[in-house]
């Protein structure tokens, strides 16, 4: 695995890259978590792709960008390690609030897409309660830091399945949200509930997809994850068993399965 660094406006900016050959995979994690969230599919995959795992900026081991940061900034992000590391048209997978990233990057860069694989991701905005609640949670993380909100969020994030059986799980991810800069969370949750809706993207969307949820998503149930497959011409659909919002952690192998078999069919050359 090489660690990469590159330096950005705001300060410096991380990601790690594995495996070789076609196709090329970018990996965005969801909020607020980093690109260690992607751990078994970084290693499960190394064998059928490359693949590049930034740290969102301010999320990780990424420099926070300043407040006000909107969404097309992390998406212009993402092209620039695309650029670093050769990546004309890669597979772009993006989980949650990387699914949020990876639409503002068809909206402004489809050039740079070659496939997209939107896992626990919703296309709609945020509606007028779910804004408040962003601004709530980051006057919240400005003044108590992540502690004020961890319990919460995993209580939201993780599966019934996963809470009761999979402790290892619920510790890692709650190490890592406790981890997170509360600067790059309160820029990440305002890029967030200032994000644009995408829905009317979707019927545009040419390139292979694949859409993949958990089960027990409580954050994108599975009824908003097929509707967003419905609305892209011939995307897949899968709905994980066991798994809540973030798929990639808590049911590793069956993420890393799907995203094989996605692989594998893309066309060549
Ligand atoms: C994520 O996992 O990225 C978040 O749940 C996204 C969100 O809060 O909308």
Same mark, same amino acid.
């Given at each position: 695995?090489?660690?990469?660094?590159?330096?950005?406006?705001? @300060?410096?900016?991380?990601?790690? +890259?594995?495996?070789?050959?076609?196709?090329?995979? $970018?990996?965005?994690?969801?909020?607020?978590?980093?690109?260690?969230?992607?751990?078994?599919?970084?290693?499960?995959?190394?064998?059928?792709?490359?693949?590049?795992?930034?740290?969102?900026?301010?999320?990780?081991?990424?420099?926070? *960008?300043? *407040?006000?940061?909107?969404?097309?900034?992390?998406?212009?992000?993402?092209?620039?390690?695309?650029?670093?590391?050769?990546?004309? +048209? *890669? $597979?772009?997978?993006?989980?949650?609030?990387?699914?949020?990233?990876?639409?503002?990057?068809?909206?402004?860069? +489809?050039?740079?897409?070659?496939?997209?694989?939107?896992?626990?991701?919703?296309?709609?905005?945020?509606?007028?309660?779910?804004?408040?609640?962003?601004?709530?949670?980051?006057?919240?993380?400005?003044?108590?830091?992540?502690?004020? !909100?961890?319990? @919460?969020?995993?209580?939201?994030?993780?599966?019934?399945?996963?809470?009761? +059986?999979?402790?290892?799980?619920?510790?890692?991810?709650?190490?890592?949200?406790?981890?997170?800069?509360?600067?790059?969370? $309160?820029?990440?949750?305002?890029?967030?509930?200032?994000?644009?809706?995408?829905?009317?993207?979707?019927?545009?969307?040419?390139?292979?997809?694949?859409?993949?949820?958990?089960?027990?998503?409580?954050?994108?149930?599975?009824?908003?994850?097929?509707?967003?497959?419905?609305?892209?011409?011939?995307?897949?659909?899968?709905?994980?068993?066991?798994? @809540?919002? !973030?798929?990639?952690?808590?049911?590793?192998?069956?993420?890393?399965?799907?995203?094989?078999?996605?692989?594998?069919?893309?066309?060549? @050359?």
């Amino acid at each position: 695995m090489d660690r990469l660094t590159r330096e950005t406006p705001w @300060g410096p900016a991380r990601a790690v +890259r594995t495996g070789q050959g076609f196709p090329s995979v $970018v990996l965005l994690h969801g909020f607020p978590f980093d690109h260690s969230m992607w751990s078994p599919q970084l290693q499960a995959l190394p064998g059928q792709a490359t693949l590049l795992a930034p740290d969102l900026p301010g999320l990780g081991a990424s420099a926070s *960008p300043p *407040p006000g940061t909107p969404m097309s900034a992390y998406a212009d992000e993402v092209v620039a390690w695309m650029d670093e590391a050769g990546f004309v +048209r *890669p $597979v772009v997978a993006g989980l949650s609030m990387g699914g949020y990233v990876a639409f503002e990057l068809w909206r402004r860069h +489809r050039e740079r897409v070659g496939a997209l694989v939107l896992l626990d991701t919703k296309p709609a905005a945020d509606p007028p309660d779910a804004q408040a609640a962003r601004t709530a949670a980051a006057e919240a993380i400005g003044s108590a830091g992540m502690a004020a !909100v961890v319990d @919460g969020m995993i209580a939201k994030a993780l599966g019934a399945t996963t809470r009761a +059986r999979r402790p290892e799980v619920v510790d890692r991810l709650r190490r890592m949200i406790l981890a997170t800069d509360p600067d790059g969370a $309160v820029a990440a949750l305002h890029a967030m509930r200032d994000r644009a809706d995408s829905t009317a993207d979707l019927a545009g969307i040419d390139v292979p997809t694949a859409v993949v949820v958990g089960e027990e998503d409580e954050l994108t149930p599975v009824a908003v994850a097929r509707d967003l497959a419905d609305r892209i011409p011939g995307a897949s659909f899968r709905a994980i068993a066991g798994a @809540g919002h !973030v798929t990639a952690l808590e049911t590793p192998d069956e993420v890393s399965r799907a995203l094989a078999a996605f692989l594998e069919e893309l066309p060549r @050359g």
